[in-house]
């Protein structure tokens, strides 16, 4: 698959239009086309460590082109822990603050809705997606002033627990310094 071709793929996803000649009904791109690891080795009791199964990502524009396919055509509740687990191993992103907006965004889609794949089991990987929201931050593909509606709902998530000091404390306990700092400065 060409950037360019999955590029307007995210695009029509988005806004409506014709696919690509050939891709009307083809499924997005799986674990196995992407060239990662097998869906066997995840299961519930995978956790978002960097490193366990984390796979290298696809370009940017891929990955934002399967994330409007997957929230605007697909839908996150059609999506299996398979799919998220290899989506949410992408993150973070370390450039294009443009597409952050969507790839961000859904991620917050997935923690809004109480996502059990995104969450994990009794929310076991709420410290590594705040690692995750807090790393686009301090790497600017989250930029307070370009995105304030983004940056308002990663506030809306982190404030609760952070006033929760049992949920807190051991996601605390995991995340950088410079994270650290962040919150510390940004959120309370």
């Known amino acids: 698959?060409?950037?360019?071709?999955?590029?307007?793929?995210?695009?029509?996803?988005?806004?409506?239009?014709?696919?690509?000649?050939?891709?009307?009904?083809?499924?997005?791109?799986?674990?196995?086309?992407?060239?990662?690891?097998?869906?066997?080795?995840?299961?519930?009791?995978t956790t978002l460590t960097p490193g366990r199964w984390r796979t290298c990502p696809p370009p940017r524009t891929v990955f934002s082109a399967v994330t409007k396919i997957f929230k605007h055509i697909i839908g996150m509740e059609n999506l299996d822990e398979t799919t998220i687990l290899t989506w949410l191993s992408w993150l973070p992103i370390r450039e294009d603050d443009e597409e952050s907006l969507y790839i961000y965004g859904f991620l917050l889609d997935l923690v809004e809705s109480n996502?059990?794949?995104?969450?994990?089991?009794?929310?076991?990987?709420?410290?590594?997606?705040?690692?995750i929201l807090t790393e686009g931050i301090v790497n600017t593909t989250i930029k307070s002033d370009q995105h304030p509606e983004l940056m308002a709902r990663i506030e809306a998530f982190i404030l609760p627990l952070q006033k929760n000091?049992?949920?807190?404390?051991?996601?605390?306990?995991?995340?950088?310094?410079?994270?650290?700092?962040?919150?510390?400065?940004?959120?309370?």
């Open 1 to 45: 698959v060409s950037t360019q071709s999955t590029g307007s793929s995210g695009i029509n996803a988005e806004y409506g239009g014709a696919w690509p000649a050939g891709s009307p009904g083809r499924a997005p791109p799986t674990r196995s086309s992407a060239g990662t690891a097998s869906p066997a080795s995840l299961t519930s009791s």
């Open 115 to 131: 996502n059990i794949y995104a969450l994990g089991e009794n929310n076991k990987n709420l410290a590594d997606i705040i690692k």
């Open 165 to 188: 000091e049992a949920v807190w404390q051991p996601i605390w306990e995991k995340l950088p310094d410079n994270h650290k700092v962040l919150l510390s400065g940004q959120y309370q």
